[in-house]
């Protein structure tokens, strides 16, 4: 959960609670079990990781792609060899292995088709919030959203893409390492960069104090 305070020049206070949406801290270690019943050739353990990360692979693969049709077929190739080659080695986050997964087959699935790629630093593929995916929970604060939402749009790809791996989907910086091909200090800077960023261009008319719970 991240707690957004906004303060504006006057000194009057508002408080907006800003709720990312998480999977229960304990899917972690259910997960694990459904892998390994799943490399030991258990349909119904795929099945359930399949229905239990499916939409959380929906949502993750819509900030590099607004595809529908691309996206769907590209999480049905994924579950599919990886039934093929359900004896691989075994992973320590089956959340991350599969986000990491959906990210560089839309990367392949791009360039495999000829499309003209929004690339991020090093050749990575881009990242871009959607309105759908920043949430705050008053109607009434719909400019403040707007200044929000603005304001991350500013951030590089990889600055958006950590927040939303560390807020949004709950991630350690271990498993936030694995999606973006980084070590766990130059994530733990990348976020703290961010967060200082996003400081920055909400101060003046508004400033932002971001408390992480």
Known sequence: MIKV???SGKDEFSYIQQSFK???LNTADQD???WES???GDKEAFAALFRQHYETLFRFGSQFTNDTELLEDNIQELFIELWRAKSGTPVLSVKAYLLKAL???LLKAFRQ???ILPLAENNDIAFEWSHETFLIA???NAEKKRLVLNALSRLSHRQKEIIYLKYYQNLSYEEVSEIMNINYQVARNLLYQAIK???TLLAGALEVLLFFI
């Open 197 to 199: 960023s996003l400081k």
């Open 113 to 115: 088709k000829g499309k």
């Open 103 to 105: 990210k560089y087959k």
């Open 138 to 140: 008053e109607q009434e």
């Open 38 to 40: 799943f490399r030991k």
């Open 22 to 24: 998480t999977q229960p």
């Open 32 to 34: 694990i079990l459904l």
């Open 5 to 7: 305070i906004f303060l």
